[in-house]
């Protein structure tokens, strides 16, 4: 589950102006640090696919935010549940499908990119433990 889909959908059940504007908050401080965050991972070394994933995710995540969720928080904040309700089942939620997709395809890349770089690992450690075998033994 998405952090700020929650946020949204507590504000929605629960209409209050000091929970919307507490909830609202929230969700862009979450929204802040998400980009912040992604910012630095974009800045490491990235593989070819991996790039072209993250690039993907940063694309839906943005619309995502842009499309989706600052709607509705704008419709929370002027008091319009009704209007928030409906921006969020028609624009936020569908929006969220390629980010949550694109998040599950980084994962999976990284387990298998680190997966096989266990395995080089493994095999280098076996090839130079056999070489100081046969050294020693010379």
Do not use: C
Not at 10 to 39: C, F
Not at 41 to 53: D, G, S
Not at 83 to 108: C, M, N, W
């Amino acid at each position: 589950n998405n952090p700020d889909d929650i946020s949204v959908n507590r504000n929605i059940l629960n209409p209050s102006p000091s929970v919307i504007a507490k909830r609202a908050e929230m969700i862009t401080k979450n929204a802040d640090d998400i980009t912040k965050t992604w910012g630095a991972y974009m800045a490491t070394y990235l593989t070819p696919e991996e790039k072209n994933l993250a690039e993907k995710f940063a694309a839906d995540r943005s619309r995502f935010v842009e499309e989706g969720i600052k709607p509705v928080v704008a419709a929370l904040k002027a008091n319009k549940i009704a209007d928030a309700k409906e921006l969020y089942e028609r624009q936020a939620s569908p929006l969220f499908s390629p980010v949550h997709q694109g998040v599950d395809a980084l994962i999976t890349l990284q387990l298998n990119v680190a997966k096989q770089e266990y395995e080089n690992a493994t095999s280098r450690y076996g090839m130079v433990r056999n070489v100081a075998m046969v050294v020693i033994v010379l």
